[in-house]
């Protein structure tokens, strides 16, 4: 434990008070009016009539006295928190800008804060995928000039979660001992990844329908402004009880078709189809995972992207859901399917967030654990964390996955896997299938230390921030998610093996 991080952290929070997350404190009831969603039903997970008009969405609680305050939760309570979460980041402020654009600190892969080219805030060079370290190119025959377009990612935390890290560093620094340790980020701690594309990838009679900012991207040894459109949002927060984040992610509508399961039976795949032009899928049709499988230098076939699994809940022949699993279906499905619902409806029509919905989330099971045994469980699970099969810590949906951003990697199976029908529990992939407690060797101030845990670590970027003036590179930050990955799937084909 970094007991001598005490009075440090106390006052970093004491003055995190005032940052932009209302439920940042630890130690007090919140007060905030955010609606009664605790109690709702499992039956009728549905939205809470507070969250709109969505110019003035409050803040889920978060801390004592919310509904994570519990030793029993609920399925919808996640899923309520994500949705509500994301309305409050994108609510429109003055100047026409998202929420979290203007409010919260756009940083790199080491936590070092980004610093606005020209005026323009937002500056984009990251095009690695998590856990492949591949890119992502979209459809030229849907552009309106037919060209093709990189997907960029850009990063945002909050106050809380920055000026924790940074008393971590100092408190690590005078004692590297710590490095291995029992501590978490404090409640309302927060990360979002974002991932946007030059706008001309998008007919221009469609450009209206999606979130669009300036960006100045990196061309070169310079920088290009140019007006970008939002593909999809992960938002990772910590709540009270979760030192492990709620992992949520939301995607514009229509990137790419879905693997039609209803069809696909016990003896044959069924191919992936559609009869438009797609952002990310070529007119046609595909019967491979290829398209979802990064090669050496590329997709192994271009242009042919798709999603495995509606709301990362994963399917078998004739539509049914996986057996095996540690989680209850379709309940999990069919809260975050009558949640889209809800908000589309409730939304403006003039809105263009309606144009978005939401993947997903997930997180792990700690209830009834106290703080202790919530960060002992994080860190003895190591690689294991995310394990979907039955008797695993993980609940909402096992194969959580962004489309634009973990594109590669929505299964541990790839293009040589003789039927798409035949995927197991145990290539499921997920948030934890990259993002643990343990054990982890760790650049710290020019020397290596071996086998290092800590529920810290479940945040690369803070696992990166602590290599900063040592030996780790920002190319070795980005490289990291895919040695995290790769060595989950060692795990999980060895667990397979006995």
């Keep these: 434990m970094l007991k001598a991080l005490k009075p440090t952290l106390s006052l970093l ?84 800008h998202a929420f979290f654009q203007d409010s919260l600190i756009q940083v790199d892969a080491q936590l070092a804060s980004v610093t606005p080219y020209n005026k323009i805030p937002l500056v984009l060079e990251d095009t690695a995928q998590a856990g492949s370290g591949g890119s992502l190119n979209t459809n030229p025959a849907f552009a309106g000039d037919k060209k093709t377009n ?20 100092k408190a690590i620094g005078k004692d590297t001992a710590k490095l291995t340790n029992l501590d978490m980020f404090p409640i309302g701690s927060l990360e979002l990844k974002v ?36 593909l999809g949002m992960h ?40 009869d438009d032009e797609k952002l990310l899928f070529a007119k046609g049709s595909t019967t491979t995972l290829g398209g979802i499988t990064w090669g050496t230098v590329a997709p192994t076939i271009p242009y042919k992207v798709f999603t495995l699994y509606k709301y990362g809940v994963p399917r078998t022949a004739l539509d049914s859901f996986m057996t095996g699993t540690c989680q209850s279906e379709p309940l999990n499905y069919d809260n975050i399917d009558g949640l889209n619902t809800c908000v589309a ?25 106290n703080d202790e045994q919530q960060a002992q469980l994080i860190v003895s699970q190591g690689s294991n964390i995310g394990d979907a099969q039955t008797g695993g ?64 670590y479940v945040s690369h970027i803070f696992r990166n921030y602590m290599g900063t003036g040592g030996r780790t590179t920002l190319k070795d930050a980005k490289l990291q998610g895919v040695k995290d990955f790769v060595e989950g799937l060692n795990v999980k084909n060895m667990r397979k093996k006995k």
């Design 393 to 456: 810590v993980v609940r909402g949906s096992l194969n959580a996955f962004n489309l634009t951003m973990e594109t590669y990697v929505q299964t541990g199976a790839n293009d040589s896997v003789n039927n798409i029908h035949n995927i197991g529990v145990g290539d499921l992939t997920n948030c934890f299938s990259c993002h643990t407690g343990a054990p982890f060797s760790l650049s710290f101030n020019g020397k290596k230390y071996k086998n290092q845990t800590s529920p810290l």
């Design 345 to 369: 409806a409730n939304l403006d029509k003039s809105d263009v967030w309606r144009n978005y919905f939401y993947n997903g989330s997930i997180w792990v099971n700690m209830d009834g654990l």
């Design 13 to 96: 929070l004491a003055v995190s008070a005032m940052c932009i997350v209302s439920s940042c404190s630890n130690d007090k009831k919140e007060t905030t009016s955010t609606g009664t969603y605790a109690s709702t039903p499992a039956a009728s997970c549905g939205c809470d009539s507070i969250w709109f008009p969505h110019a003035t969405t409050p803040p889920p609680m978060e801390g004592i006295g919310s509904p994570f305050d519990t030793s029993s939760t609920t399925n919808c309570m996640f899923h309520q928190w994500s949705w509500q979460k994301f309305l409050w980041l994108t609510r429109p402020v003055v100047g026409g």
């Design 195 to 230: 991932s946007w594309v030059n706008v001309n990838a998008i007919p221009e009679a469609q450009r209206a329908n999606y979130y669009t900012a300036e960006a100045a991207i990196k061309s070169g040894s310079g920088y290009q402004p140019t007006t970008v459109a939002l």
């Design 235 to 274: 938002v990772v927060g910590r709540v009270i009880n979760h030192p492990e984040f709620i992992w949520a992610t939301f995607e514009h509508h229509g990137m790419a078709p879905y693997y039609d399961w209803k069809t696909t039976t016990s003896t044959q795949d069924s191919p992936v189809t559609s």
């Design 150 to 169: 990189l997907v960029y990612y850009s990063i945002y935390v909050n106050n809380t979660l920055m000026d924790a890290s940074v008393a971590f560093k």
